[in-house]
């Protein structure tokens, strides 16, 4: 299988400043010796609460954020170090999609604008009739249809603006689109029917995604991998069915018992996650999440546990397992 995508070791950390001088005081690990792979026509989940590094993590991926440490691999090309000239033929193959439908599209541009840009900057369109007709086939891809092309953003529901963003990212025919919390903007009722639609898009066109959630139901429902993130690092890293039925991380026990349940009969122990999330910029020596731990044990306050295959396919980074 082909392996689209390849990171390894990667780092993000961002300075933080103080004082009248900016002086750096320290540097905050968003993102901290993150390694995944995900192959072609595949989706790998990433799954973590508020300000875990989700977001810098994907980010960094599609080169936004110049990464502090490691190799991202697109494809077999090592992009960590490639200047943004040489990235250009290889910006329409890797494509992010956002959380917010209303910010991230400009209010000034009519859809056609929207969606027709990339194609444009890319010569993959040569007139305007073509760029029209581009643009027209898309919209019907993603449910919307040719009439809304002359439109502006605010003349759209939250659901249908999100669309229009799938449609913008889908322009330049990519191999890979980050998905940052595409729903979770949305509708309750309408965040079915957009994830629907990401799956058929992938199915019809063999794109493969990075979908990253805080919603562990939705990332079970897409995802053939999953990626639990704490504190900047993975600590549990499996395929999806496998992570849902034997988590192994005492973190990832703890989220998989908070997904709240409608079926009564199934009684769980309730595993509550204890205390906050640590300051990202004092983080606990050792396993970052031993100030949460129930299992904690004196070895986890001081070694940093690896991520390491416990059984074929199934990584943790755990002192306990
Ligand atoms: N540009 C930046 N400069 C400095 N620190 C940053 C920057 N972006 C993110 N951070 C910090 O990095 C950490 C990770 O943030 P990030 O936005 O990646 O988390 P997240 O998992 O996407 O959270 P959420 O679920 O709320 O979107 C946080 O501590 C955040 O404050
Ligand atoms: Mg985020």
């Not at 193959?93 to 209010?107: G, K, W």
């Not at 929207?114 to 027209?136: D, F, M, Q, T």
């Not at 058929?200 to 429902?221: A, R």
């Not at 004092?282 to 100030?291: E, I, L």
């Amino acid at each position: 299988m082909k392996e689209i995508l390849k990171v390894e070791n990667l780092k993000k950390y961002f300075p933080v400043k103080k004082g009248i001088f900016s002086r750096v005081a320290g540097y905050v690990k968003a993102v901290d010796s993150v390694s995944l792979a995900i192959n072609k026509g595949k989706v790998v989940g990433l799954v973590g609460e508020s300000g875990c590094g989700k977001t810098t993590l994907g980010r960094t991926i599609i080169k936004l954020y110049e990464p502090s440490e490691g190799k991202i691999i697109f494809d077999n090309i090592d992009i960590t170090s490639m200047s943004r000239k040489r990235m250009r033929p290889l910006r329409k193959r890797i494509q992010y999609i956002f959380q917010d439908p209303y910010s991230s599209l400009n209010p000034r541009m009519t859809v056609l604008d929207i969606v027709g840009e990339g194609p444009v900057i890319h010569n993959i369109v040569k007139s305007n009739a073509e760029k029209r007709k581009l643009v027209e086939n898309i919209l019907n891809k993603v449910g919307l249809s040719e009439e809304h092309a002359d439109r502006y953003p605010h003349e759209f529901s939250g659901g249908q603006r999100q669309r229009i963003g799938i449609a913008r990212s889908m322009a330049l025919n990519p191999e890979l689109i980050v998905c940052d919390e595409p729903i979770s903007a949305l509708d309750v009722s309408i965040q079915a029917q957009i994830i629907n639609l990401l799956v058929d898009l992938k199915n019809e066109f063999d794109m493969s995604y990075l979908f990253i959630s805080h919603d562990l139901k939705v990332v079970e429902y897409i995802s053939d991998e999953v990626a639990v993130m704490y504190m900047g690092r993975l600590v549990e890293y499996a395929l999806a069915p496998v992570l849902y039925s034997e988590p192994l991380h005492p973190y990832t026990l703890a989220l998989i018992d908070a997904i709240p349940v409608i079926d009564k009969k199934t009684k769980s122990k309730k595993i509550f996650l204890q205390g906050d999330v640590p300051s990202p910029l004092n983080p606990p020596a050792g396993c970052p999440f031993h100030t949460r731990c129930a299992e904690c044990i004196e070895k986890c306050r001081k070694e940093t546990p690896e991520l390491r295959e416990v059984r074929k396919g199934h990584r943790v980074a755990c002192h306990r397992r």
